[in-house]
């Protein structure tokens, strides 16, 4: 499946991203950006209301607004019959979500949500190593992400970002929100959480600059360990890793550079990946292969909404937590813990 009409939702860093993405793949498609803010220079064709985008009728559609937008637009195009790439997370909240699970499934559609760091070629062999525990079994995970928000995107007021305004579904426990999404993806869901969050920094922003999280998971053997993650906007030097502590040693995965390393006990070192090995970008082109891949096939994508549900329940244990002041129990949104 080639698609014929592709729409692009949003102006911003992402939308733009994958405006490029989709052109670079599908050449001869005709590709157009939803913007109700007006049109812009650097898209060739933009629609401004919701009636012309009704007479565009996209087959595929990238969401890429703001985060508390994602599910209302979503709904809109799901009714139009347009398979669905949206931007992580998927919303701040999950009101609205099971309308659009209805909608999937009555009209047959795909959605994907852009977890892309899943397409990191030393993603697929660090989860591989864990599965053959290499390490052993594992006792301890220690995650860290940061990088100061002023320098994350060149050019932008970081002011006027999505990362920086509350009402547009900000803060570090969405928008680093990919570190939720592996430690699921790796560990499986997490029984409790306990979360302390706040603003650090002299930053303009209404968000929190910054997280530290303890999460009780469950090991290969159906023991109890935690997982650590330290989350912020505050860092000068950018930061994003991943160290797993097993019985038999420890690895260590740098998502900046796609390094893995495993040391042993008598502390030498067996690099598994050359660092610098992996491009970012590739990861976004993968992600478009893969839902059009999943709609000529019938299949779901690497990343289903459901996946992405979790990630969003996670998030809200935290702030629950964090206004408790206490450890709080996880469930999924039927009441029913995910094992």
Not at 8 to 29: D, N, Q, W
Not at 135 to 148: K, P
Not at 199 to 214: G, M, Q, R, T, Y
Request: proline share 3%.
């Amino acid at each position: 499946m080639n698609p014929n009409r592709i729409l692009i939702v949003g102006t911003g860093s992402m939308g733009l991203r994958h405006f490029e993405t989709a052109r670079k793949l599908f050449p001869y498609a005709d590709i157009a950006v939803y913007s109700e803010s007006g049109r812009s220079s650097e898209f060739p064709r933009t629609l401004t209301s919701k009636s012309e985008v009704e007479v565009f009728n996209p087959e595929i559609s990238a969401i890429a607004n703001q985060a508390s937008r994602h599910i209302e637009t979503a709904i809109f195009l799901a009714n139009l019959g347009s398979h669905l790439l949206i931007e992580k997370p998927i919303s701040p909240d999950l009101e609205g979500i099971s309308e659009l699970i209805a909608l999937q499934k009555r009209k047959n559609l795909k959605i994907l949500v852009g977890y892309n760091l899943r397409y990191l070629p030393s993603f697929k062999i660090f989860q591989s190593l864990l599965k053959e525990e290499t390490v052993g079994r594992v006792l301890d995970v220690r995650i860290e992400v940061g990088q100061l928000l002023e320098t994350w995107r060149p050019g932008r007021d970081y002011r006027k970002t999505t990362s920086a305004r509350r009402v547009d579904g900000g803060g570090v426990l969405r928008e680093l929100s990919h570190e939720f999404d592996y430690l699921l993806e790796f560990f499986g869901f997490p029984l409790w959480v306990i979360a302390s969050m706040g603003k650090v920094s002299d930053l303009e922003i209404d968000v929190e600059d910054i997280a530290h999280l303890i999460l009780g998971m469950k090991n290969q053997d159906g023991a109890e360990f935690m997982a650590t993650m330290n989350m912020d906007f505050i860092r000068r030097d950018k930061r994003r890793n991943c160290s797993v502590i097993g019985t038999d040693g420890t690895l260590e995965w740098d998502l900046l550079s796609g390094g893995i390393l495993q040391r042993t006990s008598d502390s030498s070192e067996l690099q598994v990946l050359q660092p610098n090995q992996e491009n970012v970008s590739d990861t976004y082109i993968v992600e478009w292969v893969d839902l059009v891949n999943a709609i000529k096939l019938d299949v779901e994508p690497t990343n289903s909404i459901q996946n992405s549900i979790r990630t969003v329940e996670v998030i809200q244990a935290c702030e629950k937590s964090q206004n408790q002041e206490s450890k709080v129990q996880l469930t999924t949104i039927t009441g029913v813990r995910h094992d």
